[in-house]
């Protein structure tokens, strides 16, 4: 005849097996200390997001963090301190963003599961740079010279699949509409300010002229001196004096 368990071995082997399971689910989480340190400590401001990938849940996750009241009257803190819990959560990554309430804690901590990630320009995420697309000051543009650009082109084509589809459109009202679209899809950002962005040579320019919302360079990624999209070349920014005076748009792809 089978013994039966008594409560008191029941309780006993079910502590064991919730005992297990946690040891063996800390195992395979190193940052799940990090992390409920982040969530109960009360030591920091955090916000989580989900998404398919890495850097489109850290992008969004930094975005709902600076964008709370609290982070956004505190002092001492800059955007560029926020750190990083990264984790695969079924087939999307979760991410959780932080910093710490002193703004001191600058080191980050970033369990990204992927370590092949191609490093990308930290974009400084202000709230209100999705509303930047007029330039701070409006500027005189000689419009004799800005007409008298030629209008036969050649274009060439960039690396970019997003980037070609906005070539035959030179309307810049047409092409931010295209491009808030890929902004809510997560594939790009973009600002008419270059202090939006610590590494500009990684984004493409936008350049057009304001009184007539007509776009008249397309720039590829590069440095000082960059190809023209629009009739293939090559155009040096700091010594091209009608482009000083145009209003441009900064385009980061992800």
């Known amino acids: 005849m089978k013994k039966k368990l008594s409560l008191n071995n029941k309780t006993f082997l079910m502590f064991s097996f919730l005992l297990l399971q946690n040891v063996f689910l800390f195992g395979q989480s190193p940052d799940l200390d990090k992390e409920k340190e982040v969530k109960i400590s009360g030591n920091y401001f955090w916000s989580q997001a989900t998404a398919p990938s890495d850097l489109e849940a850290k992008k969004q996750a930094s975005e709902s963090l600076w964008s709370t009241d609290e982070v956004k009257t505190a002092p001492n803190l800059n955007q560029k301190n926020i750190s990083y819990i990264v984790k695969q959560r079924g087939n999307k990554v979760a991410a959780i963003a932080y910093i710490a309430k002193n703004g001191v804690e600058i080191n980050s901590t970033d369990s990204s599961l992927n370590a092949n990630v191609i490093p990308h320009p930290q974009i400084i995420l202000d709230p209100m740079y999705e509303k930047d697309t007029k330039p701070l000051e409006s500027l005189n543009v000689n419009k004799e010279v800005a007409s008298n650009i030629s209008e036969s082109k050649t274009k060439q084509l960039s690396n970019s699949s997003l980037i070609n589809s906005l070539l035959d459109t030179d309307d810049i009202n047409s092409v931010l509409k295209e491009l808030n679209t890929f902004k809510m899809k997560g594939?790009?950002?973009?600002?008419?300010?270059?202090?939006?962005?610590?590494?500009?040579?990684?984004?493409?320019?936008?350049?057009?002229?304001?009184?007539?919302?007509?776009?008249?360079?397309?720039?590829d990624k590069g440095d000082e001196t960059r190809v023209n999209l629009l009739d293939s070349k090559k155009i040096n920014i700091k010594e091209n004096q009608l482009i000083n005076q145009l209003s441009k748009i900064y385009v980061y792809e992800f």
């Open 187 to 219: 594939k790009i950002m973009y600002s008419s300010r270059i202090e939006a962005f610590d590494n500009s040579n990684q984004c493409y320019i936008i350049i057009y002229e304001e009184t007539t919302n007509k776009i008249l360079y397309l720039l």
